[in-house]
């Protein structure tokens, strides 16, 4: 199981926002969340509430195992995207597809043309593994 600074990371990164966002936003100093980010304090359970809060997941994301977590950020990603965009991308396995296609949705690119770059993207990925 990854660790809970670890895992705070992931959901940071998946969220897109910096440490320094999320401190701001927990009213809480950015040597704080950079020590919880990379296991040096541990946080009590009303912290993690803030934290599950602010960042609108559930707070047993923190503690669940690396599938499950996996799981729920994947979901958690997918539920901002339209509902063609889902399907497409859930026919791929999840993974960079699923970050590219939710970075590119909140552009002005329509679905189709999400589904374009992601396919583009996936096939220089496949040629260039060859």
């Known amino acids: 199981m990854d660790s ?6 992931q959901i940071l990164k998946s ?5 320094k966002r999320f401190s701001e936003l927990v009213g809480k100093e950015d040597a704080y969340i950079s020590k919880v980010c990379n296991d040096k304090f541990n946080v009590s359970l009303d912290t993690l509430l803030q934290f599950a809060s602010v960042l609108e997941v559930s ?6 195992d690396d599938d499950a977590a996996g799981n729920d950020m994947v979901k958690d990603a997918l539920r901002d995207l339209s509902p063609d965009l889902k399907e497409f991308i859930r026919k791929r396995p999840n993974g960079p597809w699923l970050v590219l296609a939710k970075d590119l949705s909140e552009t ?3 679905p189709d043309q999400v589904k374009k770059v992601v396919e583009l993207w996936e096939e220089t990925v496949r040629n260039n593994r060859l």
């Open 4 to 9: 809970f600074g670890n895992r705070l990371k």
């Open 15 to 19: 969220k897109g926002m910096t440490q």
């Open 59 to 64: 707070p047993d994301i923190f503690l669940k």
């Open 108 to 110: 002005d690119l329509t």
